[in-house]
């Protein structure tokens, strides 16, 4: 499945870092590549980056989701780009097809920074709210301060509710955008972590950021970070949690601009 690109680089051949691997960027559950705007936008000074709309979000096709089919989505689009091999930033979700990508075919990721999840079942999830969302009852039509009003009933969170408003489609006969059913159809597998031959790894630079306060990766992910990732780091974002990017998003960018130039 050839997947939505939003592709920048720099306008002047002057400031292109040639020769320097692409950077692409992967949302989260419930995001869209559009969310990491203004990541994109410094990187793509001095590098070419693609932000990607994963498979049921954003302007991307649907259909039923796993970390394989997914992973397979990316390297499908990435190849059809010519943007082989590449740097991937994943935030969550996107973090983990990054990381399903990297490990079954590691000549194709040429570094990779994930944040805020492991390679594992956290527990952790938003099963509730997508069948929540799929009862949404919406009028004939709805404007974006309408839909707000509409979603605080279900979404109290104003963080997690704005999340949500961007996949409304409004005016008449509004109605979810993305992939909703299919999301939720195929949530187990997304609150998951894939199959993962033995003696499988990714021997890459890797980068593991954690919102100081998220509860997604603890202590005892750490033996199989190494297993998986053994040339990784882990570094904490302070006064930050699961959101870390949008929570403290100066020092996210410091430490995402720090690894795409050092590798």
């Known amino acids: 499945m050839l997947l939505n690109v939003i592709e920048r680089g720099p306008e002047e051949a002057s400031t292109r870092d040639a020769g320097r691997p692409p950077v692409v960027l992967l949302h989260g559950l419930f995001g869209r590549a559009r969310n990491l705007g203004f990541f994109q936008r410094r990187l ?37 780009h010519d943007a082989l091999p590449a740097t991937l930033v994943g935030h969550s979700m996107g973090g983990k097809v990054a990381m399903t990508l990297a490990l079954m075919h590691p000549g194709m990721v040429h570094s990779l920074l994930v944040a805020d999840i492991p390679p594992a079942r956290t527990g952790h999830g938003q099963f509730g709210l997508g069948e929540q969302m799929l009862h949404v009852p919406f009028p004939p039509f709805l404007n974006r301060a309408g839909a707000d009003l509409l979603l605080q009933h279900y979404i109290p969170n104003a963080d997690v509710r704005a999340l949500m408003l961007q996949n409304i489609r409004v005016g008449e006969n509004p109605d979810w955008y993305i992939g909703l059913r299919e999301i939720v159809e195929s949530m187990p597998n997304v609150e998951s972590w894939p199959y993962i031959p033995e003696g499988y790894s990714y021997p890459g630079p890797t980068l593991f950021l954690a919102g100081e306060n998220s509860p997604y990766i603890r202590a005892e992910h750490f033996t199989t970070m190494r297993r998986l990732f053994p040339n990784h780091r882990l570094e904490l ?6 959101w870390l990017h949008v929570e403290n998003p ?14």
């Not at 932000?51 to 390297?75: E, F, Q």
């Open 44 to 80: 793509a000074r001095t590098r070419r980056t693609l932000a990607i709309d994963l498979r049921n979000h954003g302007a991307s096709p649907h259909g039923l989701m796993d970390y394989n089919v997914m992973s397979a989505d990316l390297l499908e689009t990435l190849g059809h």
């Open 250 to 263: 100066d020092r996210f960018a410091e430490l995402l601009e720090r690894f795409v130039e050092r590798y």
């Open 237 to 242: 974002i302070e006064k930050a949690g699961h």
